[in-house]
Every structure is written in C-alpha cells, then in structure tokens.
C-alpha cells in the first residue's frame, strides 16, 4: 500500500502563533509531496510542491514566507502556518507521490484541521 | 489554462438505484484523469484513473468511468449505489508525461453524494 500520515489531525491556534504541520509516507519514499488548501464545501487549492532537499515551488498567491515548507527527508515534509490569523483557518491536506518517471499516482494524507482564533 | 467542472453541486439517490457523476475538462491535449472520493473530515481516496487505453475503467468500490474524448468528459458511474457511498467525490486532471510542474493536479469543485435508505 501506500499511506500517508498527517498530524496533528486538528490543531486550534491563537492568533499570531506559529503552527507546524506534518506529513510522512509511511511505508514509501516520497521525492515529491505536495500541500492543499481546502475551504468548506470547496474544492482543493494546490498551494505548493515540495521535493526533497529542494525548495518549495509555490503557487501563484500563495505567501511563501507565510507557509514555510520543508521536505528535509524523503518520508517528511512539513508547512508551518506562521503568524497565524483567523483566515488561514482551513482543512490543509498533504499527498506524495512515488518517485520515477512512471509513478504518477498521489497518495493523500487525512488532512489537518486548523482552526485560528 | 486547465479547468475542471463538475456541473452537479449535489446529488441524491435511493439506496440500490444507479450513479452518474458528470466531469468536464478543458485541457491543451488529453490529459491524466482521476475520481477521489473524500468522507467528511478525510483526505482523499483514488477511486479510479485513465492514463491511456481502454476508456471505460474500472475502480474500487465497484465504480467505473468512461472517457469520452469527443465529449472532453470523464463520468463517473455506478450500477447500483451503497449507503456507504454518500461522501464528495472530485473529478481531477494531470498533465500527460512527467516532464516538470510536478505533476500537479486540477481538482473540480466537486459533487456531494447524498443516499436515501
């Protein structure tokens, strides 16, 4: 199989706090994983691709300093929310991907709930 | 630029009756399509692809979808619809090949399944 973990799974911040988010593939190596953004009864929003030992690509509008990523392993990669305020609350979703030319499948994690007030 | 439209906000059928969920898509040239399945306050689950092949393709949970180029559309289908199924299910289309972009994936708005017992 291929699972992806996140945690916390829901995490309630005060505003003007930092909060770090994690994603591991547990049972694969991930060279690239990838950040979403889901607001309720919305779609998913891309915010950015992460590959290990690289920097993070980020999506148009998405504030890299304001969403810090680091894929420092091929198992873990993180988002912190810095400076948090209440617009950022949101589901956050994390998937990974296999790496190869021939691996195109992205496997997601259960999402983080983030809830600022 | 890419679009996903899945023109059906919600959908509700009696336990037992047949499924369509409708996906559009406009792309430059024929691309990646997938169905996830998402349960409240989870991540996703690929419920089935085409990359290439035969059009009509088989998934999990007993789905299937067909690709109709000419249509530029991927529906989703199944014979006869389980409780377990009411969740939101999202059409979502990659770029051909594995040249760049990280294989990033556009995602519709999605379709929320409602089942009456």
């Known amino acids: 199989g291929a699972v992806v973990s996140q945690h916390p799974s829901w995490v309630i911040c005060k505003s003007g706090t930092s909060v770090k988010i994690e994603c591991r593939s547990l049972?694969?190596?991930?060279?690239?994983m990838f950040w979403y953004r889901q607001f309720p009864k919305q779609s998913l929003m891309l915010m950015a691709t992460?590959?290990?030992?690289?920097?993070?690509?980020?999506e148009q509008g998405v504030e890299k300093d304001k969403f810090l990523i680091n894929h420092a392993s091929l198992t873990l990669s993180t988002l912190t929310v810095t400076s948090a305020h209440p617009e950022d609350s949101s589901f956050y979703i994390c998937?990974?991907?296999?790496?190869?030319?021939?691996?195109?499948?992205?496997?997601f994690g259960p999402g983080t709930r983030l809830t600022v007030t | 630029a890419q679009s996903v439209t899945q023109p059906d906000i919600h959908i509700t059928v009696s336990e037992g009756a047949s499924l369509e969920l409708r996906c559009n898509y406009s792309?430059?040239?024929?691309?990646?399509l997938f169905w996830y399945v998402q349960s409240p306050g989870q991540g996703l689950q690929l419920l089935l692809k085409?990359?290439?092949?035969?059009?009509l393709v088989q998934g999990i949970k007993g789905f299937e979808a067909e690709f109709k180029r000419s249509q530029s559309s991927f529906n989703l289908r199944k014979p006869s619809v389980h409780w377990s199924d009411a969740a939101e299910y999202f059409c979502?289309?990659?770029?051909?090949?594995?040249?760049?972009?990280?294989?990033?994936?556009?995602f519709g708005t999605g379709t929320q399944l409602k089942v009456e017992l």
């Open positions: 992460s590959n290990e030992g690289s920097k993070a690509t980020y």
């Open positions: 998937s990974a991907r296999r790496p190869g030319p021939t691996s195109y499948e992205q496997y």
């Open positions: 979502a289309v990659g770029p051909r090949g594995f040249t760049g972009g990280g294989n990033k994936l556009t």
């Open positions: 085409y990359f290439s092949g035969d059009t």
């Open positions: 049972d694969f190596q991930a060279t690239t």
């Open positions: 792309y430059g040239a024929t691309p990646y």
